[in-house]
């Protein structure tokens, strides 16, 4: 046995083929058209195929393919299928062309957040009155040192048109617990054409301390106002909207409305207590209203003013309960109550007379 130990201490194994380090497939691969620029967004690339963090990453290269199309052409969805998706990806690289080669510090220069947005230029699609009869579709890759490159991204596809001008006069007005929009339609499409067609608008959000809008929080199928219900509390927005020529993604819009504020700090007092009752007893004043359902209430005040009085007097402060007894030797008194919320926004009061 110690023999045959010392044995297997000197056997060598088969030779491995050294481990191929690669970027990771760059994904999610999305597209829309931005005015006169068709922008896609994707991850920054961090990761190898094998999972691990990727270093010495040197350059993206973005492709493009232009193809003839109908009007109304719907653009293909991506392919699942290994095959297809095999037999899609050797097409492209055949027909399509780098329109972009970003170096380390390109990336940087377009890293908004964890992506990078880059733009193609339509202007020479259109100065060749092309726009609505191509469908364009794009391809990206990273490459780690000089020569290891990633699989291809996703194919993504849109065919691009004229989109809407710039809306008009978007104006919000802040509600407890919502913000509403109203803007008006743009005056002409995007090169100064009419009539406008607008199939949708699209509503975007950040708030101030924000440097970039991400997905719209609403796509609006033709009406020009939209509710934003899922805006927080104590927080300051501006927003933005822009046109679209159908609600279909990806979305072809057009430039943006002008930004509008929205502060959302809780100004919103209250309503005020109902069903106020005053009943004199030999000890005093007995008050009696219905609770306030308020989910922000915090307490009650009981307000009282005499006849030669200028004005109220605060006699309680912060009562949960809804009733008081006032054991000032009864006169004729008017007695008042509000409500008051967590912010100490007060409502009006409810008033009765003694």
């Not at 005015?35 to 492709?63: A, C, H, I, K, N």
């Not at 109908?70 to 299928?81: I, M, Q, S, Y």
């Not at 880059?118 to 364009?136: A, C, I, W």
């Not at 501006?238 to 046109?243: A, E, I, K, Q």
């Amino acid at each position: 046995m110690a023999l045959l130990l010392v044995l297997g201490c000197g056997r060598k194994l088969d030779p491995q083929p050294p481990l191929l380090v690669v970027p990771a497939r760059v994904e999610p691969l999305r597209i829309a058209q931005d005015g006169s620029d068709v922008v896609l967004r994707f991850p920054f690339p961090t990761r190898t195929v094998q999972g691990e963090p990727l270093t010495r990453l040197t350059r993206v290269t973005v492709y493009r393919e232009i193809q003839a199309a109908r009007e109304g052409t719907r653009v293909p969805e991506p392919a699942t299928d290994g095959d297809q998706r095999a037999r899609d990806e050797k097409e492209f690289r055949l027909r399509s062309e780098v329109i972009a080669d970003l170096s380390l510090e390109a990336l940087d220069e377009r890293t908004v957040g964890p992506d990078v947005l880059v733009r193609d230029s339509l202007l020479p699609l259109y100065r060749e009155k092309r726009l609505g009869t191509v469908m364009l579709r794009y391809g990206v890759t990273a490459t780690r040192d000089r020569k290891r490159v990633s699989p291809l991204s996703p194919l993504v596809s849109i065919v691009p048109a004229v989109p809407p001008g710039r809306p008009l006069a978007l104006r919000p007005a802040v509600f407890e617990g919502h913000v509403c929009l109203e803007w008006e339609s743009p005056a002409a499409m995007l090169d100064g054409s009419t009539p406008v067609r607008v199939g949708a608008y699209a509503v975007y959000r950040r708030a101030e301390r924000d440097e970039w809008y991400e997905e719209p929080v609403g796509i609006v199928e033709k009406a020009t106002s939209f509710a934003d219900d899922s805006a927080r509390p104590d927080t300051r927005y501006l927003y933005t909207v822009r046109g679209a020529l159908t609600p279909a993604r990806p979305l072809l819009l057009g430039p943006p409305a002008e930004e509008a504020y929205a502060d959302t700090r809780d100004v919103f007092p209250p309503p005020p207590p109902s069903g106020l009752l005053v009943l004199a007893e030999a000890e005093g004043t007995r008050l009696a209203w219905t609770p306030v359902l308020a989910p922000d209430l915090a307490a009650y005040r009981v307000y009282r003013r005499g006849a030669a009085d200028a004005g109220w007097t605060r006699v309680a402060d912060g009562m949960k309960d809804p009733g008081y007894f006032d054991a000032t030797p009864p006169r004729a008194f008017r007695y008042g109550v509000s409500a008051v919320d967590g912010r100490g926004n007060e409502s009006p009061l409810a008033e009765e007379a003694r």
